[in-house]
Each structure stands twice: as C-alpha cells, then as structure tokens.
C-alpha cells in the first residue's frame, strides 16, 4: 500500500515524516555522543540527555504517525524508556520547567502521561514502575497532587495514593478525569468531550501548531495517547469515539488484543459489559468481508490490516487462540 493507505494521520505527508526521521536519528546519535562526553559539564551532558530522550519519543510517535506497525513500536519502547532513564540522574534544572517531568508544569504532565500510557498500550506494563520511580524523585510535586493523575496509577500498579479530587490542569483535562470517576454516568460521552476539546487545550505545548509550519516544522502527530489508556484501563466502549483525529484507537485495540501482557489481577484485564456490549460483529476466517476497512483477529500477533468489501478473510492455521474470527477495528486513519 502506498504511505496515503497507511499514516494514521492525514496532516502527514511522505516527505515530511522521511526527512522528519532523517533528523532525529542524526539528533539522538549526537545527543548520545554528548552525553558520553567527560570533557562537558554536567548541564551540558544533562541538557544533551533531554533531547536524547524527548528526540525518541517524537521518534516513536512520528513512526506511528507514518503507520509503523504497532509490534514494531512495542519493540522500540524500551530504548524510549532508557533513554529517559540515562537523563533523570542529570536532571537538576528548576520545577517550572517542562523537563524536570514534574506534573505541575503542564507539558511535563502531557509527557508523563503519554510515558505511562504508551507503556500500557504497547505491552510493556513492566516499565510503568521505572516512569513511577522518576516522578517519585520528585514526590513533594508529583503525588497526590492531582486526581487523574493518581487514578491512572492505581488502575496500573494497583497502588492507592491519597488525594482530593482536584486537577492540575482543569481545562484541559477535566473530562477525562470525570470519566474515571466511580459514579461517571456516561464515561463515553466524557472522553468525546475530552478529544474535542484536547487540541485546542494543548495550545501551550511545544508542538501545537507544528503541522502548520511552511518550513522546518517538526510536527511527530497529534495524540490523546491518554484518552485511549483510559479508555482501556477503564474498558469503555469507545465507538462513539474512535474514529476521532487524535484518538489512536487501534492502540487501545492492539491492548485490548494482547491482554496476555498484563497481569491478571489489573482490573483492566478482563473486558467489561461496557466494552464488549459495543463490539461489531465477528466474521469467521474463511467468509467474504462485509464492510471495507481494518481488521484484526486474537488469532494471530501483528494481525491488524486492510480488507475490500467481498475479499475472503483468512483462516489462521495452528492458531493458539483457536478458531480465526475477524473484528473491525475503524476506517482508515487517513479518511478521517
């Protein structure tokens, strides 16, 4: 299929995300090297080990933005995580600022939670205690300082942290949270409202407005990454919203598929009445597709792909799962 078929987002072109990557492969190798250096000072090798790491995540994100698959961005997550890891014991720069990922300061909360979330989505729920332990260095401004927050944690270490139920960042995150809430009347509806209103909310984000840049511009993709770890750890039916611009629903599919990577004891393991009443139709392997668009069966890993109406939907042979049946999973990103 040509890039068009695959990105996930129509606000990227193929030049882009090619020269996109080009630079920050060249600006990670160089950070890396800096960091290395004994000749530096400490705050050089610090700010060195920040752009390492936040030039990986965009790295990542810009991969998923291009329609990388999701094994293969399950696999580069790690690198994501260390790299963060070899710039934490440098950091020593003032609360305020967005790379001490202290969640008071606004985009240092976006960044927290889209670590904490593309950790759960991509299979690597081992790492969350890693991203705990930074934000933990810093508990006096981290913890118990925002219900959201602190709702999201329990669900992914089952670990309980006092709070009010306050937020940090209101405007923007205000309905997401009232979706986590234990007596949410409509969780659905809240996290529509959460998506509608998330890129307006993000104005003071180094990368809002990147997609508008004649030249130069360093726009990745535009992700509620959050919205669909709630969506998941919460198990809420998500058609409403999923065909949303920056709601990346086949990652809450692919979690939702690859539950094995969890523990059994996360609540988020077992699929609720809300999630599962809304499922479409199952189609057995071997029956022509009913509607064109993206399909994935448990059946088989990596199983996500593209069919036309009326084309025959493959039977996996030796499948573990058992018998091959096909979920769809939304229309094309790009047709949004």
């Not at 509806?189 to 104005?203: I, P, Q, R, S, T």
């Not at 690859?258 to 077992?270: C, E, G, K, L, T």
């Not at 009913?290 to 399909?295: K, V």
């Amino acid at each position: 299929m040509t890039f068009k078929d695959v990105r996930r987002q129509r606000l990227l072109g193929e030049p882009h995300a090619i020269e996109r990557e080009d630079e920050l492969t060249y600006v990670i190798d160089r950070a890396k090297s800096r960091v290395d250096d004994p000749a530096l000072s400490a705050d050089a090798r610090g700010s060195s080990a920040w752009r390492a790491a936040y030039s990986q995540l965009e790295l990542l994100i810009l991969r998923y933005t291009a329609g990388h698959s999701i094994s293969e961005l399950s696999r580069e997550l790690p690198s994501v995580i260390a790299a963060f890891d070899v710039y934490v014991p440098l950091n020593n720069p003032p609360p305020q600022e967005a790379h001490t990922l202290t969640i008071t300061q606004h985009e240092a909360y976006v960044y927290v939670m889209w670590l904490l979330a593309l950790c759960r989505l991509l299979g690597h729920a081992e790492l969350v205690p890693t991203v705990m332990r930074w934000l933990d260095k810093n508990a006096e401004y981290n913890r118990g300082r925002d219900g959201l927050f602190e709702a999201v944690v329990e669900k992914l270490t089952g670990k309980k942290e006092p709070v009010e139920r306050v937020l940090l960042h209101p405007a923007a995150y205000r309905p997401l949270a009232k979706a986590t809430a234990p007596d949410a009347q409509d969780r659905p509806a809240l996290v529509k409202e959460f998506l509608d209103g998330w890129y307006k909310n993000m104005k003071d984000c180094y990368w809002h407005g990147t997609h508008t840049d004649k030249e130069g511009s360093s726009y990745f993709g535009y992700w509620a990454f959050e919205a669909a770890l709630v969506t998941v750890l919460w198990n809420i039916d998500d058609s409403s919203y999923r065909d949303h611009l920056v709601y990346p629903s086949d990652l809450a599919d692919w979690a939702r598929e690859h539950r094995s990577s969890v523990s059994p004891h996360d609540p988020s393991y077992w699929p609720a009445v809300e999630a599962s009443t809304a499922r479409k139709p199952l189609v057995p392997g071997g029956e022509p597709c009913p509607q064109a668009g993206w399909w994935f069966t448990p059946a088989q890993l990596d199983s996500r792909r593209y069919f036309d109406k009326g084309e025959i939907m493959p039977i996996i042979k030796d499948s573990s799962f058992g018998d091959t049946n096909w979920q769809q999973t939304g229309d094309p990103k790009n047709d949004k």
